[in-house]
């Protein structure tokens, strides 16, 4: 068969470098680079040059198999790692993380109703969040219709679930109320996030690795044509023309 592949993200070069032993993938780009949502990028520092994941950054070998059997066939060298969350508002007047020890670390939060509103709005809705996934699926009840229905106060909506879900989703903050709710609880519910205590065990891509994405591809750009004339085991393409190709199927 010949495929076309839209985005050369992860699930676009893992769905192409899957496919390209027994069919002709061809992989769409808008971008002039690989990788998507797991760009790595070079900052300079005092001691040289330093790789910095801009959306990828951490993975849990529970939540997703296939991208740890993808690193172990490609011999990716990863490393234990954490996750952890904090939160800076108002030029540091209001503070706080996601360990115990952060999370009270700004002592006026103790006695600060709109905290100590928060903190309590945080342990109703990890009760009261798993309950939807119970429900038939309704991709019109959003995650800000859940907020107002279980009566969340603003602290915990703007100040706790808004900037955490914006984080995780690379996602505008006025954007992040308008998730779908179950989709939303579900991948907090995998990844423990509705839970207060011991974690799940992360892992990342070992410091100064080559981006893992990119062990799969090589490829080189001819600016006059619309396709990307690969060196590695599968043809990259981008659409620099009008153009048109037919393909047996489209991912």
Known sequence: MRIAIIG????????????????EVVVYERERRLDGHACTVDVQTPRGPQPVDMGFIVYNERNYPNLVALFDHLGVPTKPSDMSFAVSL??????????????????????????LRMTHDILRFNRMAPRLLDKCEDLDFTI?????????????????????????WSTPLGRMLDYPAQTFVRFFNNHGLLAVGKQLAWRTVRMRSPN????????????????????????????????????????
């Open 90 to 115: 108002d030029g540091g007047r209001f503070e706080y993380g996601s360990s115990f020890a952060s999370f009270v670390a700004q002592r006026r939060n103790m006695v600060r109703p709109s905290f």
């Open 8 to 23: 050369a993200g992860v699930a676009g070069l893992g769905a192409a470098w899957s496919l390209c032993r027994d069919h």
């Open 212 to 251: 893992p994405f990119k062990t799969s591809a090589s490829a080189s750009v001819d600016p006059s044509s619309t396709t990307i004339t690969s060196t590695g085991p599968y043809v990259c393409a981008r659409m620099l023309s009008r153009a048109s190709a037919t393909y047996d199927a489209q991912l």
């Open 144 to 168: 800000g219709d859940f907020v107002d229905e279980a009566g969340l106060g603003p602290a915990f909506r703007d100040r706790y679930l808004v900037p955490m879900a914006s984080c995780i």
